[in-house]
């Protein structure tokens, strides 16, 4: 039997990562069971992304810059964000043997690794789970920037998965969240702002803590006033890390001169919502998250 390893397909090479949307390319891949790795180059950095089917894919990330080298989940989560903020390329190889991941990795600084002697070990970062901790494995300025305190303060999500919700409370709790993020969706629309593509940024940033937010798992969906999410969430977990998700894209929207005015027409749009939907909003808890999304007194 031949031993020859088997042919690398080269699918797309050298995408510009100005026109073409990482993470849309990632998702359509995985529907279409691709097998293989994609390779993603910035400047002073590279990750490599191996799709071999499994829901969440392990990432190969080097930061030259920072002298890291890193295989694991949640690396995907950065690259997506870094490639939206840094031009570079993106290249596609379609295989079975590129969809391996190498066995195992080592996160090293390496001005700490100069001053260390030969013989010291550096300890191997342990793959983080699909389900994490609320302190997963982000780098702290990563999750500072996405996670404000506030928001760590108001709920612990593995404490909200205690007491799992019925199918009828979930259910209120999301009829209820597509109400109030179409009242968002109008007051962004307004402002001439691409509301699903900044959802979809929170929904990355906050992913770490609320899994089911996760665009990559396909979970948590909205569309034309309308949310809907799979699966196993408690409700206390969804309508906080709906409203952070909110919150995040107002804090977006409100830049500048017209931050004042923006949060009045979204405190504006949520009020409409909170008169039509008052025992929803009440019932299921978004009605007491309704003034910090807008980050202005609603009602």
């Keep these: 039997m031949s031993s020859e390893p088997r042919p690398v397909r080269t699918v797309y090479e050298n995408l510009d990562t100005s026109f073409v949307n990482l993470w849309a390319l990632l998702r359509y891949l995985s529907q279409r069971s691709f097998t293989g790795r994609v390779h993603v180059e910035l400047q002073n950095y590279s990750a490599d992304v191996f799709i071999n089917g499994s829901d969440t894919p392990l990432v190969h990330e080097i930061d030259r810059e920072a002298g890291s080298d890193v295989i694991e989940e949640a690396a995907l989560h950065r690259l997506v964000l870094r490639v939206r903020e840094s031009p570079g390329s993106i290249t596609v190889f379609e295989g079975a043997d590129e969809a391996r991941a190498p ?23 342990s793959e983080p789970r699909l389900q994490p901790d609320p302190v997963a494995a982000t780098p702290a300025a990563m999750r500072s920037a996405s996670v404000p ?60 803590d609320y899994p089911f937010l996760d665009p990559m798992s396909g979970q948590f969906q909205y569309e034309n006033s309308t949310a809907s999410v799979s699966g196993t969430v408690a409700v206390q977990s969804y309508v906080t890390g709906v409203s952070e998700a909110l919150r995040g894209v107002v804090d977006q929207l409100a830049q500048g001169e017209r931050a004042r005015r923006t949060r009045e027409r979204v405190a504006l ?8 939907n008052h025992e929803a909003l009440a019932r299921s808890g978004f009605r007491s998250h309704l003034d910090r999304i807008a980050g202005a007194k609603v009602i």
């Design 149 to 208: 305190a506030t928001a760590a303060a108001a709920v612990n999500p593995a404490d909200a998965d205690v007491a799992p919700a019925t199918e009828m409370e979930l259910t209120d709790a999301v009829h209820a969240s597509g109400e109030v993020i179409a009242g968002v969706e109008s007051a962004a629309t307004s402002a001439g702002m691409d509301f699903a593509a900044l959802l979809r940024e929170w929904q990355i940033k906050l992913a770490d």
């Design 269 to 276: 749009e949520l009020a409409r919502v909170a008169r039509k």
């Design 103 to 125: 066995q195992s990795h080592k996160t090293i600084n390496q001005n700490a690794a100069d001053e260390a002697s030969e013989e010291e070990t550096v300890p191997a970062i």
